[in-house]
Antibody
Framework: QMQLQESGPGRVKPSETLSLRCTVS????????WSWIRQPPGKGLEWIGN???????NDNPSLKSRVTMSLDTSKNQFSLNLNSVTAADTAIYYC?????????????????WGQGTLVTVSS | SSELTQDPAVSVALGQTVRITCQGD??????PSWYQQKPGQAPIVVLY???KRPSGIPDRFSGSRSGNTASLTITGAQAEDEADYYC?????????????FGTGTKVTVL
């Protein structure tokens, strides 16, 4: 059974770069596409971006190109960097597998998810 | 517009039926997926595509879509269904796809 686990610093200073890793177990990251999703405390979910098994990425336009994602196939991990962070970037950050079907209506879904990691932006 | 709007909260009596709606223009073109999130836990997908349930999701969860509105229906709600529910749908700017979550609905089982 596939499992995902986020890791990284729990606190980042304003204007610096938030860096997180997601370790996948139970299958190769070269088989699927992967996502980052976040949730500010007490608020809703926000999609950050996707990376496919070839390393192609797409991200949320609202994050204004602050996002970089990459794969490390030797460690079966994928990573997120979010630069120029502010207090508004404080959130629980989740990684998840992304699946999409090439058919009418383009069904897609996120799952399974990691347990999430809280990142606080504060000096 | 890339927004997906949900009612903030709904309640349902134990064993009764509740419908959770999600509205947005992107739903006219793409299927939504639906997520259940219990307090302190990561979301799990309960429905995707044209009414597809992942393994382990009870058949009391079903979905539909018409025009710019999608619905998640729980038929015979159980106490363990009390949670926040989010829809998600693909959208695009030109050839650039992105994915939008709905505002979320808190379901209370009475």
């Amino acid at each position: 059974q596939m499992q995902l686990q986020e890791s990284g610093p729990g606190r980042v200073k304003p204007s610096e770069t938030l860096s997180l890793r997601c370790t996948v177990s139970g299958d190769s990251i070269r088989t699927y596409s992967w996502s980052w999703i976040r949730q500010p405390p007490g608020k809703g979910l926000e999609w950050i971006g996707n990376i496919d098994y070839n390393g192609n990425t797409n991200d949320n336009p609202s994050l204004k190109s602050r996002v970089t994602m990459s794969l490390d196939t030797s460690k079966n991990q994928f990573s997120l960097n979010l630069n120029s962070v502010t207090a508004a970037d404080t959130a629980i950050y989740y990684c998840a597998r992304f699946q999409s079907l090439q058919q009418l209506g383009r069904p897609n879904w996120f799952g399974p998810w990691g347990q999430g990691t809280l990142v606080t932006v504060s000096s | 517009s890339s927004e997906l709007t949900q009612d903030p909260a709904v309640s349902v009596a134990l064993g009764q039926t509740v419908r959770i709606t999600c509205q947005g223009d992107s739903l006219r073109s793409y299927f939504p997926s639906w997520y259940q999130q219990k307090p302190g836990q990561a979301p799990i997908v309960v429905l995707y595509g044209k009414n597809k349930r992942p393994s382990g999701i009870p058949d009391r969860f079903s979905g539909s879509r018409s025009g710019n509105t999608a619905s998640l229906t729980i038929t015979g709600a159980q106490a363990e269904d009390e949670a926040d529910y989010y829809c998600n749908c693909r959208d695009s700017i030109g050839n650039h796809p992105f994915y939008v979550f709905g505002t979320g609905t808190k379901v209370t089982v009475l």
